[in-house]
């Protein structure tokens, strides 16, 4: 296969943008409503590109061999997710994804029902999708050259500058607001056990105070007021990754659920 500069760069970036249209369908149908999924600010993620080329290029000799073809996708795109979850972790104290719910799992960062999914997937990219892919990107070198692969190398480095620099930021001002909704929170459950003292339905009280707690807090304008610090990139995070978490802040779920019913 060709290994010039211009094809391995376009290649990495049409998977990209593949990679996350792939996503955003299949969690905005999963969600029934549109989710745009991608740690970056463009529509693309960068873990597909580097999952397909790492398949199209170290596994080329073998894709012939459907079986092998198959176990060493799975088991090579297996990797490069649990190193892209591990280093994302450790340099935002964050995690995007967790499959502690999915049988079979390493850690939340992969599982093997996951894994058998990718390899079914590289299959049908190399199978069918590449061919297809090859045409266009032939057509777009011939046209373009290196122009179009130096424009997107700029686009996709600002875009993860402005990122990362957003995300720097991102648990700073999520500890302010999960304070913020500490203090909302204590004091539901203090007019929670004052209801409890009078009241011996306790578990209907319950709910009905946690509903009644985020139905005022969404009319909190201090809580408006920190939602409003955040920039666009934040606020999709938190709207965008049902999973997300930071496990430095305690009460990362409530903040979650507050900020579903605040208005932004």
């Given at each position: 296969m060709d290994?010039?500069?211009?094809?391995?760069?376009?290649?990495f970036f049409t998977y990209a943008v593949i990679g996350w249209l792939w996503?955003?369908?299949y969690?905005?149908?999963k969600a029934k409503k549109f989710v745009y999924r991608g740690f970056l600010v463009g529509p693309y993620c960068p873990i597909y590109g580097f999952g397909v080329l790492a398949v199209l290029y170290f596994i080329e000799p073998y894709q012939n061999n459907l079986l092998f073809l198959y176990v060493f996708s799975a088991v090579t795109v297996t990797i490069l997710e649990y190193i892209t979850s591990y280093v994302l972790e450790k340099l935002f104290h964050t995690t995007w994804w967790d499959y502690?719910?999915?049988p079979l799992n390493l850690n939340g960062r992969i599982a093997l029902p996951v894994s058998l999914f990718w390899g079914i997937g590289c299959v049908f990219i190399v199978k069918v999708i590449q061919p297809l892919v090859s045409q266009m990107v032939d057509d777009l070198i011939s046209h373009f050259g290196l122009v179009l692969p130096l424009l997107i190398i700029v686009i996709m480095l600002a875009d993860l500058c402005y990122s990362v620099v957003s995300m720097a930021g991102f648990r700073q001002k999520l500890t302010s607001l999960a304070e913020e909704v500490e203090e909302?929170?204590?004091?539901?459950?203090?007019k929670m056990t004052e209801t409890r003292e009078l009241v011996g339905h306790e578990l209907e009280q319950f709910k009905a105070n946690r509903e009644n707690w985020l139905n005022q807090v969404k009319q909190s304008?201090?809580?408006?007021?920190?939602f409003d610090k955040l920039n666009f990139n934040q606020k999709r995070m938190l709207r965008s990754f049902s999973?997300?978490?930071v496990p430095s802040i305690k009460n990362f779920k409530d903040l979650k659920e507050v900020q579903k019913k605040v208005k932004r």
């Open positions: 290994q010039s500069f211009e094809r391995i760069l376009l290649l996503e955003t369908v969690c905005s149908i502690k719910d999915v909302r929170r204590t004091e539901a459950l203090d304008t201090e809580l408006k007021a920190h999973n997300l978490n």
